[in-house]
């Protein structure tokens, strides 16, 4: 049984750091793919926007638009079959609900909805 668990939100600052992670269980790292999505008040999860993803096949893929480059990095530690974003030089538009969601479709998918497994979430909120 595929299981992920968020943790590490919280609150911070505008130009604060964070590092969500997301500890996996009932699959192989590489095998599928996990993707970090962003869930704003009003918008389903199904259509959140998708941040980074990770896979075997892919490495590392930055998906965020021109406001998160380079300020969102997706690692993973496959002994602990967790996986992780850092997040720089945070923003009050990062305000967001974080959810990691695993599948075999490959990074090349960015569509939420097409993910099969995601976990709880995890609350993210900017604000000074």
């Known amino acids: 049984q595929v299981q992920l668990v968020e943790s590490g939100g919280g609150l911070v600052q505008p130009g604060e750091i964070l590092r969500p992670s997301c500890a996996t269980s009932?699959?192989?790292?590489?095998?599928?793919?996990v993707g970090w999505f962003r869930q704003v008040p009003g918008k389903e999860r199904d259509r959140s926007d998708g941040?980074?993803?990770?896979?075997?096949?892919?490495?590392?893929?930055?998906w965020s638009d021109e406001s998160m480059k380079g300020r969102f990095t997706i690692s993973t530690d496959n002994a602990k079959n967790t996986v992780y974003l850092d997040m720089t030089n945070a923003k009050l538009e990062d305000t967001a609900v974080y959810y990691c969601?695993?599948?075999?479709?490959?990074?090349?998918?960015?569509?939420?909805?097409?993910?099969?497994?995601w976990g709880r979430g995890t609350q993210v909120t900017v604000s000074s």
């Open positions: 969601a695993a599948d075999v479709v490959g990074c090349h998918v960015l569509v939420a909805a097409a993910w099969e497994y």
């Open positions: 009932g699959l192989t790292l590489d095998d599928y793919a």
């Open positions: 941040v980074s993803c990770i896979s075997n096949s892919a490495g590392a893929v930055t």
